[in-house]
């Protein structure tokens, strides 16, 4: 070991900070609070499909017929 010495940085070699402000590295911090998100965004998609689904089953008055409401069903259209 004791033939090693330093001779200088290595020429395009970029430093940790100057990776992070071209966003070729993310922290942690960053990472954990992107998955938050995408965590919270895909909760509220999978409500958004049971409501979608749920809202389809409800029936809807078409109308009256001989004075009483007429209902139906939407029919299933993916």
Do not use: C
Not at 17 to 42: C, G, R, T, Y
């Amino acid at each position: 070991m004791s033939d090693l010495e330093y001779v200088g940085k290595i020429k395009g070699m970029k430093t940790l900070k100057q990776m992070i402000d071209s966003k070729d590295v993310v922290p942690a911090s960053e990472l954990a609070k992107n998955k938050a998100e995408a965590e919270a965004q895909e909760k509220a998609f999978e409500e958004a499909i049971r409501s979608e689904e749920s809202h389809r089953k409800t029936k809807i008055s078409t109308g009256k017929v001989e004075g009483r409401d007429h209902w139906t069903r939407e029919p299933f259209i993916e």
